[in-house]
């Protein structure tokens, strides 16, 4: 089955340093991956869609100079976070479609717990 | 533009009792509908999907879920839950031509012995 993966999966930084976080479809080549940020006990919040070879795809309010989507390649996607603070503490998920996908079903990371101290 | 409604924020349930998580959805064009299933601090996993066919279908397990296109709905159900159910269940649904994916608040299952 198509398995994406997602690493670390736990980071803590000072404030005010980045961190990346990597999303690899491990198994399939993924045209487009979802980035998502899940507060505690709430719903997958979309923040960016990126296509493989060209500028991700940002949901309205989210910073896309603080939140740095690369997707270089069919197989990987990176989310940095830039000068992080204390309020990007959050659970940071990936999602991936496959290449010849016509369904829509998305194959997700395991997530990513970033805590800025 | 589509919308998921997920009626139940919290389902709490006894070990071996049948459960029905709901989803309501809105839609002005064909939709796929999913259930994904997410265990703590971990990412989503599909349950069962509908594309299109037979509006009963069966997941991973022992859940299944029924399309109602009348009443827009495709609510989840499991006839005897486990420990093991413990878990936050996303209804999604999913545009057939921009693969756009709308995900609802999420229902918290817990199953108590």
């Known amino acids: 089955g198509a398995v994406v993966s997602q690493h670390p999966s736990r980071v803590i930084c000072k404030s005010g340093t980045s961190v990346k976080i990597e999303c690899r479809s491990l198994d399939f080549q993924a045209t487009t991956m979802f980035w998502y940020r899940q507060f505690p006990k709430k719903s997958l919040m979309l923040m960016a869609t990126?296509?493989?070879?060209?500028?991700?795809?940002?949901e309205q309010g989210v910073e896309k100079d603080k939140f740095l989507i690369n997707h270089a390649s069919l197989t990987l996607s990176t989310l940095t976070v830039t000068s992080a603070h204390p309020e990007d503490s959050s659970f940071y998920i990936c999602s991936a479609e496959g290449a010849h996908s016509n369904t829509g079903e998305l194959f997700f990371g395991e997530g990513s717990r970033l805590t800025v101290l | 533009a589509q919308s998921v409604t997920q009626l139940d924020s919290q389902v709490p349930v006894f070990e071996e009792a049948p459960v029905e998580l709901r989803c309501n959805y809105s839609s002005s064009v064909s939709v796929y509908l999913f259930w994904y299933v997410q265990y703590p601090n971990q990412g989503l996993q599909l349950l069962l999907k509908?594309?299109?066919?037979?509006?009963l279908v069966k997941g991973i397990n022992g859940f299944e879920a029924e399309f109602n296109k009348s009443q827009t709905s495709f609510h989840l159900r499991k006839p005897s839950v486990h420990i093991s159910d413990t878990a936050e269940y996303f209804c999604a649904v999913t545009d057939t031509g921009g693969f756009k994916t709308i995900f609802g608040a999420g229902t918290r299952l817990f199953v108590k012995a």
């Open positions: 509908y594309l299109s066919g037979s509006t």
């Open positions: 990126s296509n493989e070879g060209s500028k991700a795809t940002y």
